[in-house]
Nanobody
Framework: QVQLVESGGGLVQAGGSLRLSCAASGRTFSSYAMGWFRQAPGKEREFVAAITRSGGSTYYADSVKGRFTIGRDNAKNTVFLQMNSLKPEDTAVYYC????????????????WGQGTQVTVSS
């Protein structure tokens, strides 16, 4: 089993940056593809970014491509999401998730989820 704990959320002005981190428990972190998702009030959870087990390939939603960067450190059991040029529409609760299968943008394919961290971007 994997436990995930996100951190790094907060309030930032439009155009600013935040770096989210997700710490994973267990010794099998490198066995999981990792993803970041977000959910705004009244909206469904949506895919943000994902990274393969090795970190060799990354995938992004069109809405964040060029602004967000996902990375992982398997030695430290962490995955991060660097968010630059933030916009008010990026406001949401951000979740990290672990998938024992192939990397994917489908939330239902992920086996473990963190509790989420709030990101608020003011205009």
């Amino acid at each position: 089993q994997v436990q995930l704990v996100e951190s790094g959320g907060g309030l930032v002005q439009a155009g600013g940056s935040l770096r989210l981190s997700c710490a994973a428990s267990g010794r099998t972190f490198s066995s999981y593809a990792m993803g970041w998702f977000r959910q705004a009030p009244g909206k469904e959870r949506e895919f943000v970014a994902a990274i393969t087990r090795s970190g060799g390939s990354t995938y992004y939603a069109d809405s964040v491509k060029g602004r967000f960067t996902i990375g992982r450190d398997n030695a430290k059991n962490t995955v991060f999401l660097q968010m630059n040029s933030l916009k008010p529409e990026d406001t949401a609760v951000y979740y990290c998730a672990a998938s024992s299968g192939l990397v994917t943008a489908r939330p239902r394919a992920y086996d473990y989820w963190g509790q989420g961290t709030q990101v608020t971007v003011s205009s």
